[in-house]
């Protein structure tokens, strides 16, 4: 299917939906170096600049429009409420775009925090919101690590079908290929990637190697029970990959599963499933910034699965 994808970042979700056998024939971003990024790993067809200037008509027509909106404004850590955070703006243009262009499909991704946001109203709001456009929508938390990804990653996809498809032709979420250990024998699931077996091939970063990126924070260790300051158990998955600063405008990047560093850029790239060669464009900060926004390229290749499943349907019907 073709594919436009507002918010795109680095290409995380966009790069899934490729691998999956789909088409981005167009994307956009407010920030350079994301857009670098972009054009260097995946394509071309990224435009740079803030979406709320960005005419619907300039846009061409997809079959499926995705994005994962800014999530500032619906963090349970921001205090602000949906109806007063000026950050949820881009919501209403993500939607703004749904309504215009009448894709079959929409999916957007967000923080868990979302669903409980102004006591659930929010959520109400957003799903009343794309019903009034024309989408039948379904909303469903996941947690990233029953999906391979070496990584508990709290994630909500908003997944809307337009009204004119059958109801059988509705987009269908994925079915967990993993689960925790414990549960394995009774599911007949995988066991859980840890972060140990995901970074276990990597060099020292400070030795010989050629991989882009792989250069780390000296932001020191600490161990604190406060996000980003936790010891990394190194026979677990690992902790969320993070976006958001120290409180001074860097990035606190995750321990190293050893514990005696943060981990570099590649290394946190790698727990978000991108390719060894892809490479980031820009300042450290900015490239771990761009890593912790991103939808883990492997989950956007199961939704692009599915994506394809329900093309194959329609096709049939």
Not at 101 to 121: M, R
Not at 189 to 211: C, M, Q, R, Y
Request: with cysteine; aromatic share 8%.
């Amino acid at each position: 299917m073709k594919i436009a994808s507002l918010f795109s970042g680095a290409g995380g979700l966009d790069l899934g939906l490729v691998q999956a056998g789909h088409e981005v024939i167009w994307a956009n971003d407010f920030d350079a170096d994301c857009v670098e990024t972009y054009r260097k790993n995946i394509s071309k067809d990224i435009t740079l600049g803030d979406i709320s200037d960005i005419k619907s008509s300039e846009i061409p027509n997809a079959d499926v429009i995705v994005g994962g909106f800014p999530c500032q404004g619906f963090s349970q850590a921001n205090r602000l409420r949906f109806d007063a955070d000026p950050r949820n703006r881009l919501y209403q243009e993500f939607r703004r775009v749904v309504r215009d262009k009448q894709p079959l499909y929409f999916l957007a991704e967000n923080v868990k925090g979302i669903l409980s946001l102004a006591g659930g109203k929010a959520i109400e709001q957003i799903k009343s919101d794309f019903a009034a456009a024309g989408y039948r929508v379904q909303v469903r938390l996941f947690n990233l690590a029953d999906y391979g990804v070496p990584q508990t990653r709290q994630r909500v996809i908003i997944a809307g079908t337009r009204n004119d498809l059958d109801q059988e032709l509705d987009f269908q979420f994925p079915a967990a290929t993993h689960c925790k250990p414990t549960l394995c024998a009774k599911t007949g699931l995988k066991p859980w990637v840890t972060i140990s077996e995901a970074l276990e091939a990597f060099p020292d970063p400070d030795g010989s190697h050629n991989l882009p990126n792989h250069i780390y924070s000296l932001y020191k260790v600490t161990n604190r029970n406060f996000t980003g300051h936790r010891r990394t158990d190194p026979d677990k998955p690992s902790p969320t990959i993070l976006a958001r600063g120290n409180g001074k405008g860097g990035v606190c990047a995750i321990q190293h599963p050893n514990n005696h560093r943060r981990m570099s850029i590649r290394e946190q790239a790698t727990i978000q499933t991108f390719p060894l060669g892809f490479e980031f464009v820009g300042k450290m900060n900015s490239c771990y910034r761009q890593v912790g926004n991103a939808v883990p390229v492997l989950f956007g290749e199961h939704l692009g699965s599915m994506i394809v499943k329900t093309e194959k349907l329609r096709l049939v019907a």
